[in-house]
């Protein structure tokens, strides 16, 4: 039996390849997940590994507020510089530096815009001197507080010089400041990790980078000759005290590190569930292929039968060829993984600003999922059908017809209860009602409508296929095209669910964002009162902002009425995480926004007083004259008095507080990061607009744009993501036009006889061929179809779910569905290509005499 199967296999070399290409295809996209994951994550190790190679010890005060990557940036408190002293005092300290160290120092390049890193940080810092890892390329050290020093990635990208006079953001209104010189790190790197840095003198630095004189953030910590790094550590840690935080260089490296792979992990996630779609299309593609392998061996497993072969044996044959197949697939799919991980790690390093990437590795993970996933996927989806060929009885040997076609009746009851379990965890996900497993039941929900429905398909094929085939019966290709299609409904039903997931996804997703675009658009225009908007697009972790003296300067406009600015980050509220906001102007706010109070007084907010959402007092037990503490980025603690709650809205930013406008000075980012501009009636637009850019002439991350424009330009956003997940599952749809492939391959195989008997009586080639092509055509018009009728109902499932949330339309994408039917019959012609060329050169009497 072993000899036998090796035959079959190396008889059928074409089958196998396109057998193993879905197999290869999603162990590619999970070797290729992991892969990238890993070669970003020694990136990291190494990076920061490298940033503090010259830090023995390293003594910082303990945070205000604790964020991880996921909720935004981690602002190090300042200190007093005394603590410098009590740490030099230190038994086994050789010298202690204090270091100014921040996120936000936002050079203006020579085009007049901010220089941007889209990922790595813009730190700004005091200029300590050379050392092993930094050292000056051109110039001199920053002697006078308008002079500064900036490293050679920066100087590149703002096409900047020693000598040139540059605008700098920082906590502050923008500042000039001339470049007197240009560094870069050992190694002749540009820079570590893409990072933008502008040193400035220690004094400038303190003011602007801390906000107060006298001022650090981090002391560096060099150990005395035979004295190790931990000793030093803790001799540290006891004299500042527990305020502080005192590590080693290789701690700072790890804890580094391991923030930015807690959101790397995040990213391995979303492409692993995209490579769980493509291993699910391809287990549709395995099956049928198995099937009708099967089906096409009828008769030589039935010889074997005869002979004496067990039915264990039969089971043994077709499964081994599942697992060689599963085999070479995965070593092929691991192949292709790592360089699908190698190369997106290369874009990622050129997109981050051109980090060097460590050494492309192969961890245990890719190997493990690489075979576990390719030989389990492969032996599963052949079990069926190496189940049903042992059954085969050894007299069909002597008959000349293939297995009849079997009732549906089994399978449609299968299908039907698992869509039925499927629709009960959507409903359970989507309403609420699945505790702390709400994603996993929606997951798990997805998934059994997807197989139930792919069980249901059989049912329907029959008169589906045969609507859809009545366009080309006119036609005697086209009819028998037809009548192909159709005969066999649980083949045309697995070759159009591998579409159908595909496509289903797309239209789901598609209708979610459509629906939530309009929506949002919709409040907007009937939420937001103001004629202009001042934004910026967030392309890092801090958003863009912009000087106050903005909206005082605007509010002196003739025209203008309202000029409020929103402030906002992320603030231990209690004992919970909350975005809170801060405005210029309460009353201001509530007609921008059209907010409602639900209890107290919202137009006014006196030091010491808050307004919180009516879910926020909710979720605190909150009401009129509560208190409630709130630690901000920076300062201490603060004790407020509810003096307001106002209604939930979905466009007021997310913020559950609102406090006081002093408030704003301990957020991360202590400038307002949107500003509502409302004008008096009859005032034209085009006259305020360009007084308003004007005085946003040195804050140039953000700009004035009419409602309109902004809320195109906040929806934008939508459409890079529905991009990208389209890009994503595109893999899923090739291996679907695989399938479809596969199948018309297989199936000009199974009727070769047939082919030769049509040809005989006169069946032209390119008749033929376009009956290929018919067949496929309306296999891929009817998995199309079953994708966007499944995608739209779980997208309008989803947006009824979101109603609360403020997705309150339901908008079907006509026009796109229509192109995925469209892209659908192309794709058949496509897919029908070969088939169709290698139907067409069949010789008639070989065809004839095939047995």
Avoid: C
Avoid at 403 to 418: C, I, Y
Avoid at 485 to 492: E, H, M
Avoid at 595 to 600: Q, S, W, Y
């Amino acid at each position: 039996m072993f000899r036998a199967t090796l035959k079959s296999l190396l008889a059928r070399k074409v089958r196998l390849i396109l057998s193993g290409m879905a197999v290869v295809l999603g162990v590619m996209f999970v070797s290729g997940a992991f892969v990238l994951t890993d070669t970003l994550g020694r990136t990291f190790d190494q990076i920061f590994a490298e940033a503090y190679e010259d830090v023995d010890v390293s003594v910082a005060a303990k945070p205000k507020l604790a964020v991880n990557e996921m909720e935004g940036e981690q602002v190090q408190a300042p200190f007093p510089a005394a603590t410098l002293e009590t740490v030099r005092a230190v038994p086994g300290v050789a010298e202690a530096t204090g270091v100014v160290a921040a996120d936000g120092a936002l050079m203006i390049g020579s085009n007049g815009k901010v220089v941007t890193s889209f990922g790595p940080p813009q730190l700004g810092g005091n200029w300590l001197g050379e050392s092993d890892l930094v050292q000056l390329r051109e110039g001199r050290e920053p002697r006078a507080d308008d002079e500064i020093v900036i490293n050679k990635g920066l100087a590149t990208a703002g096409k900047v010089a020693v000598g040139d006079r540059v605008g700098v953001l920082t906590l502050g209104p923008r500042e000039d400041f001339t470049i007197v010189g240009v560094f870069g790190y050992s190694g002749d790197r540009d820079s570590i990790g893409g990072a933008n840095e502008v040193m400035f003198t220690t004094p400038a630095a303190q003011r602007l980078m801390l906000g107060e004189p006298d001022v650090f953030n981090n002391i560096v910590v060099t150990a005395a000759s035979g004295v190790s790094d931990e000793s030093l550590r803790d001799a540290v840690a006891a004299a500042v005290g527990d305020d502080y935080v005192a590590r080693t260089g290789a701690q700072l490296s790890a804890d580094a590190a391991a923030g930015l792979k807690e959101a790397l992990s995040f990213f391995n996630r979303i492409l692993l569930g995209f490579a769980a779609v493509a291993l699910l299309v391809g287990t549709f593609l395995i099956l049928n292929t198995f099937s009708i392998i099967v089906a096409q061996r009828t008769r030589e497993l039935a010889l074997l039968r005869a002979v004496g072969a067990s039915g264990k044996q039969v089971i043994g044959s077709v499964v081994l060829e599942a697992i060689a197949i599963g085999l070479i697939a995965s070593v092929l799919g691991l192949a292709a993984g790592i360089g699908v991980g190698a190369l997106l790690a290369y874009l990622f390093s050129t997109v981050a600003g051109g980090m060097t990437l460590a050494g492309v590795g192969v961890p245990a993970s890719a190997v493990i999922g690489a075979f576990g996933v390719g030989l389990v996927i492969t032996i599963l989806a052949a079990l069926l059908p190496a189940l049903r060929a042992a059954r085969i009885p050894p007299i069909a040997a002597m008959q000349d017809v293939a297995t009849p076609d079997r009732p549906l009746t089994k399978v449609t009851v299968a299908g039907a209860l698992v869509t039925a379990a499927g629709a009960t965890l959507l409903f359970l996900g989507l309403g609420g009602h699945a505790g702390g497993n709400t994603l996993a039941t929606i997951l798990g929900g997805v998934l059994f409508a997807f197989i139930g429905v792919a069980l249901l398909t059989p049912l329907i094929s029959k008169p589906v296929v045969a609507a859809l085939g009545a366009v080309f019966s006119g036609w005697v290709p086209g009819k028998l095209g037809r009548l192909n299609s159709g005969r066999n409904p649980r083949r045309t039903a697995i070759t159009a669910a591998a579409l159908m997931v595909g496509i289903a996804l797309v239209t789901g997703i598609t209708v979610i964002l459509d629906s939530a675009k309009s929506s949002i658009s919709d409040l907007a225009q009937d939420t937001v009162k103001a004629e202009l908007v001042i934004s910026g697009v967030q392309s890092g972790p801090r958003p863009p902002s912009f000087d106050p003296s903005v909206l005082a300067e605007a509010k002196k406009i003739p025209g203008v009425r309202i000029a409020d600015g929103q402030y906002g980050d992320m603030a231990m509220v209690g004992d919970q995480h909350l975005f809170v906001g801060a405005m210029t102007d309460p009353a201001a706010m509530r007609q921008v926004y059209s907010l409602e109070p639900t209890a107290g007084d919202i137009d006014r907010l006196a030091p010491g007083q808050t307004l919180v959402s009516s879910g926020t007092a909710q979720a605190q037990g909150l009401s009129i004259g509560s208190t409630v503490s709130v630690q901000l980025a920076r300062g201490e603690a603060q004790t407020y008095t509810v003096t307001g709650i106002f209604e939930d809205s979905p466009l007021f930013a997310g913020v559950s507080m609102v406090l006081p406008t002093e408030a704003a000075r301990d957020f991360t980012v202590p400038k307002p990061i949107q500003g509502f501009i409302q004008l008096d009636p009859g005032t034209p637009v085009a006259d305020v607009q360009p007084r308003i850019e004007a005085l946003l002439a040195d804050s140039p991350e953000v700009s004035v744009a009419n409602l309109d424009a902004f809320i195109e330009q906040q929806t934008g956003q939508l459409d890079s993501l529905l991009m990208m997940i389209r890009i994503l599952l595109a893999l899923a749809i090739v291996i679907a036009v695989l399938g479809i492939v596969n199948t018309l391959a297989l199936s000009v195989l199974e009727r070769t006889r047939e082919l030769g008997l049509l040809r005989a009586i006169g069946l032209r080639r390119s008749q033929t061929m376009g009956m290929i092509t018919v067949e496929a055509v309306v296999i891929s018009v009817f998995g199309a179809l079953l994708g966007v009728v499944v995608g739209a109902g779980l997208g309008a499932a989803v947006v009824e779910a979101l109603r609360d949330e403020g997705i309150n339309k339901l908008v079907l994408p006509w026009g796109q569905m229509g192109v995925f039917l469209g892209l659908a019959a192309l794709i058949g012609v496509i897919a029908a290509l070969v088939p169709a060329i290698r139907a067409a050169r069949i010789n008639v009497l070989g065809a004839i005499a095939h047995d």
